[in-house]
């Protein structure tokens, strides 16, 4: 596969773009959705961009006592953060939360916006993690946990005021590629701070030998978000996200870290309602020419992280969403890679779900090739997992579902006992 050069222009080209894009609007959106998409599929390598010479240069290897080290989903997993839902706090009911929530929860949001979640759900969710904790240590992995921050705070920046959320995702703000943990700048004003509940435990991987780095991080300005995005209904949403207009505009990248995932050398990525094609960009120069970043697209109303939709849970085993097809699948396909559809989930249409929806069911957690950390209460896709010889490690996390995420959303897996491979050569 060939390595492509970025494109020229560093952060005065972005603000070039931005002044440009100000005053041809649409002609502009067109133009970043064609440039950045680039690596729509993996077929970009096929663009008219100059082939990089370091394409064959072996990457540093990793140092053998750092404890930061992981490269895909399904290594034997060492280490990892796993979220807290101490605190957490319903985010101010914003342009971009309300693009990123159903209809059914505004009211909701409108209402608890600035408060903490219904405590005895909290609760109930801070114990279900407590034993998923304890759990991944009888399974032999180590756990770390994040600082539990009072999250009701409110704060100011030069650009828009917000109390903050949680520090429950780390999958969402953290991304580890070899020996590198990444920041993901977040593209919610209520997740500005998120990063603070992290800072000891990335301090300490530093000093240890981990590289660090921090994406540049937004202003979170008005002018990063389309303040008349026009939705009432998911089906407004929908045709919308078909068009390619998401809430987020290119005024700065940003992106969170859940949006990417990856498979060795190769790191799939979606536009999303929190990450637009600046920050894809930001990260395919970043991680060049080492790694290859391609952007893939699914049939989704409401884009926003790609572990629900697309979760790769071996070298050539993906699990794709059926309500959201692939637009790309054939490049795996191609490659010999199995596609499997998960069955549908048995999560009740009763059970609040404020952040995400019923296929957390796939949001799953590899251990390593054959164990699986799934939810104790979907047993059909037990089944399924045990059709292609893996195990399945049970636990029940429903009420922690609530705040947003499945196992593979609650953690950040910091290492995991493999090499950096390619899959798609």
């Given at each position: ?61 990793v140092p053998e006592d750092c404890p930061v ?84 705070t409110k704060y100011k920046t030069p650009d ?185 989930p048995l999560i009740p249409d009763d059970h ?74």
């Amino acid at each position: 596969m060939l390595r492509v050069r970025c494109l020229r222009g560093g952060s005065r080209g972005a603000e070039a773009v931005h002044y440009i894009g100000s005053r041809l609007g649409r002609v502009f959106t067109g133009w970043v959705q064609r440039t950045f998409q680039s690596t729509h599929a993996a077929a970009a390598s096929q663009t008219t961009c100059a082939v990089a010479d370091e394409n064959n240069k072996a990457p540093d290897p990793v140092p053998e006592d750092c404890p930061v080290c992981s490269y895909n989903e399904w290594d034997p997993l060492e280490e990892v953060i796993v979220g807290r839902a101490e605190n957490a706090c319903v985010p101010p009911f914003s342009v971009e939360v309300k693009a990123n929530t159903y209809e059914k929860y505004w009211g909701f949001y409108q209402k608890y916006g600035g408060q903490s979640f219904p405590k005895d759900h909290v609760k109930k969710a801070i114990a279900e993690i407590e034993e998923m904790c304890n759990i991944l240590k009888m399974e032999g992995v180590i756990v770390r946990r994040p600082e539990p921050l009072d999250w009701s705070t409110k704060y100011k920046t030069p650009d828009f005021e917000s109390t903050g959320m949680y520090a429950a995702m780390p999958r969402d703000i953290l991304l580890v590629i070899g020996n590198e943990i990444i920041e993901a700048p977040m593209a919610w004003r209520a997740r500005f701070f998120e990063y603070r509940a992290y800072r000891p435990i990335i301090k300490e991987y530093f000093r240890r030998g981990s590289k660090w780095t921090t994406a540049p991080k937004p202003t979170m300005a008005d002018e990063l978000y389309d303040q008349d995005y026009p939705i009432r209904t998911v089906e407004d949403r929908h045709k919308l996200a078909a068009q390619g207009k998401f809430v987020t505009t290119e005024f700065e990248p940003c992106f969170d870290a859940a949006d990417f995932i990856r498979a060795g050398r190769d790191i799939f990525v979606q536009r999303s309602q929190v990450t637009n094609y600046l920050g894809i960009e930001w990260m395919r120069r970043h991680l060049a020419p080492e790694y290859r970043v391609h952007t893939i697209s699914f049939k989704d109303p409401n884009p926003m992280h790609i572990d629900a939709t697309f979760n790769i849970i071996g070298p050539g085993l993906v699990l794709s969403n059926p309500d959201r097809p692939c637009n790309e699948i054939d490049l795996f396909k191609n490659a010999g890679w199995t596609v499997v559809h998960p069955p549908l989930p048995l999560i009740p249409d009763d059970h609040p779900l404020w952040m995400s929806s019923k296929w957390l069911s796939m949001n799953v957690l590899m251990l390593d090739e054959k164990r699986v950390m799934v939810d104790a209460n979907e047993t059909p896709i037990h089944k399924l997992f045990e059709s292609l010889g893996i195990s399945t490690v049970k636990v029940n996390i429903r009420h922690a579902n609530s705040l947003g995420g499945g196992f593979h959303c609650w953690t950040c897996d910091i290492r995991r006992r493999g090499t950096l491979k390619s899959y798609f050569d």
